[in-house]
Nanobody, 123 residues
């Protein structure tokens, strides 16, 4: 079992930056594929960025490429989402997710989820 808790959401102006954190606990973390998803009101949950917890396998959706970066701190067992040049369309609940499947992509392929943290970007 893997447990994740996100934090760091808030209100930011367009063009600003925000960093989200996801503290992870559990077994066999090195085998996990990690990702940040988001879900706006009335929208489907969508993938933003992902990477293997052990390193490599980095992916980013076209909508956030060059603006969102995923990093990890093994000592703190924390996954981070660094967001810059934020836009109103980035407003959503952001979720940390983990999958045992190395090739996981869609939300349905992820096994573990945090509770989410809200990001609101004002214009």
């Amino acid at each position: 079992q893997v447990h994740m808790v996100e934090s760091g959401g808030g209100l930011v102006q367009a063009g600003g930056s925000l960093n989200l954190s996801c503290v992870i606990s559990g077994r066999a973390l090195s085998a996990l594929t990690m990702a940040w998803f988001r879900q706006g009101v009335g929208k489907e949950r969508e993938f933003t960025v992902g990477a293997a917890w052990a390193g490599g396998n980095n992916k980013a959706a076209d909508s956030v490429k060059g603006r969102f970066t995923i990093t990890r701190d093994y000592v703190k067992s924390t996954l981070y989402l660094h967001m810059k040049d934020l836009r109103p369309e980035d407003t959503a609940m952001y979720y940390c997710a983990a999958a045992r499947n190395w090739e996981a992509n869609a939300a349905g392929e992820y096994d573990y989820w945090g509770q989410g943290t809200q990001v609101t970007v004002s214009s």
